[in-house]
Nanobody, 124 residues
């Protein structure tokens, strides 16, 4: 079992920025792809971003492409999601998850461990 801890969420005005962090205290996920998902009230869970184990390749959903970046620092055992130009429709609980694979994982079923999530609220 790997515990994942997200941080960095909060309340921000539209147009603002947040940087979410995901870490696994006492464990490493440097040999796994990591994804960020979000779930807004009344909506399906959505894969927002994914990064391969070395950080060479990334995936960003169309809904955040051009406004967000995903990165990782394996020395710090941390994955980041930088979100800029935030919109009210970005409001959701954001979860990080570790995949069972090292390469990009675009399906929720490919993920093994999940964090509890961090709330992002964007006011208009």
């Amino acid at each position: 079992q790997v515990e994942l801890v997200e941080s960095g969420g909060g309340l921000v005005q539209a147009g603002g920025s947040l940087r979410l962090s995901c870490t696994a205290p006492g464990r490493t996920f440097s040999n796994r792809a990591v994804g960020w998902f979000r779930r807004a009230p009344g909506k399906e869970r959505e894969l927002v971003a994914c990064i391969t184990w070395r950080g060479v390749s990334t995936y960003l959903a169309n809904s955040v492409k051009g406004r967000s970046t995903i990165s990782r620092d394996n020395a710090k055992n941390t994955v980041y999601l930088q979100m800029n130009s935030l919109k009210p429709e970005d409001t959701a609980v954001y979860h990080c998850a570790t995949a069972r694979v090292m390469d990009l994982a675009l399906l929720a079923s490919q993920y093994e461990y999940w964090g509890q999530g961090t709330q992002v609220t964007v006011s208009s």
